[in-house]
């Protein structure tokens, strides 16, 4: 078990209330934003194409993005307003298919979308598109971001600086990188007590259009100073990070995937390293779990999906809300995933 017990996780997770937040159509991934007071949702659009399951996410057809904003004061209760279609992939010059989880970051009064797609050859890049307002429409750069690769965008902001992290293993590609250079080799994994594969982030350009710099690994410890490892898939990295700031500390967080769960791990700064803490979100019914954490009318808020109003068809998610809480140490209470 690579020194992973199950003391690590709580046994008796928190059984929050939660939302199901926008019954009319299934969405995913949310990633939340709080812009002038408003708080802003932009998710992955689910929708039914009929392609068989695989491990490369071949039935995450994804084709467009909306955006829904919160018109109220209070996730659990207040209307959600669907803004529609904000950017739509045939307007994506470069993109071949799938639209996986974005992330919008705000600069100068400019809304900059950031989404994963595969290009014409299959493989996952990231693509910037720019709008003056949070509901768009957003219009696309004509090609994807340099040396962007894999999937999975979180950008964080902090003393105006933007980090953007991202990754994800299995269809997510990240495999088959190293040192940010594509292996010859196509998908390589390293062995169960090797280090597990990194996720990545790297500071954005000043212009919010390109990386300045090289993606740095981002490097998850135990209690002892050590990496987790590629076997210790209760704990280790595998795709959907998010970054949020609690008292001073980073938290990154992410899924586990094939195990499910929402975990997290707390830094000093936000390239890390970081050290991992324990279990955000139990597994929830389907076999994605994403999530995006964020303050809002003086509580702190889960955002993520499940798929239980499709009858479990993982592809189709929708999307809920759970207040979130910590402790007074600064660790965060496990919440139930099948509430
Ligand atoms: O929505 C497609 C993929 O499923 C996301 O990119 C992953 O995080 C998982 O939620």
């Known amino acids: 078990m690579n020194g ?3 003391s690590t996780v709580k046994s008796n997770p928190e059984h929050n209330m939660k939302r199901y937040l926008f019954p009319a159509d299934y969405m995913a991934d949310p990633s939340v934003h709080v812009f002038d007071g408003k708080l802003y949702i932009y998710p992955s659009h689910d929708r039914e194409s009929g392609i068989p399951e695989d491990d490369f996410g071949s039935h995450f057809d994804m084709k467009d993005y909306h955006m829904l904003s919160l018109e109220g004061p209070d996730p659990m209760s207040s209307p959600i307003k669907d803004h529609g279609i904000i950017l739509r992939l045939e307007d994506i010059p470069w993109a071949g298919r799938q639209l996986w989880d974005c992330d919008v970051a705000r600069k100068n009064g ?4 950031y989404f994963p797609a595969k290009d014409k050859t299959d493989i996952f890049r990231f693509g910037v598109a720019v709008s003056d307002k949070p509901e768009g429409p957003f ?6 971001m340099m040396g962007s690769y894999s999937i999975d965008v979180c950008v964080f902001e902090d003393d105006g600086r933007h980090y953007f992290y991202f990754g994800g293993i299995w269809g997510g590609q990240l495999q088959r990188y190293r040192d940010n250079k594509a292996l010859d080799t196509g998908s390589t994994f390293p062995a169960d007590d090797e280090p597990a594969i990194p996720p990545r982030v790297a500071l954005l350009r000043d212009d919010m259009l390109e990386f300045a710099e090289a993606p740095r690994p981002l490097v998850i410890l135990d209690r002892d100073g050590q990496p987790l490892k590629a076997g210790d898939n209760q704990r280790r990295f595998f795709e959907a990070s998010w970054m949020h700031k609690y008292n001073g500390k980073y938290y990154y967080s992410y899924s586990t995937g094939d195990t499910h769960r929402l975990c997290y791990a707390i830094g000093d700064n936000p390239y890390g390293p970081f050290v991992y803490q324990g279990v955000i979100l139990t597994p929830v019914v389907g076999w994605t779990t994403h999530h995006s954490i964020v303050e809002y009318g003086g509580k702190w808020w889960l955002f993520h999906h499940d798929s239980v109003p499709s009858g479990g068809r993982t ?13 007074r140490d600064g660790t965060i209470r496990t919440v139930d995933g099948l509430d």
């Open 139 to 144: 219009v696309p750069q004509p090609a994807p």
């Open 4 to 6: 992973w017990t199950r």
């Open 315 to 327: 592809w189709l998610r929708s999307l809920k809300v759970c207040e979130l809480n910590y402790n």
């Open 110 to 113: 400019k809304y900059y979308l």
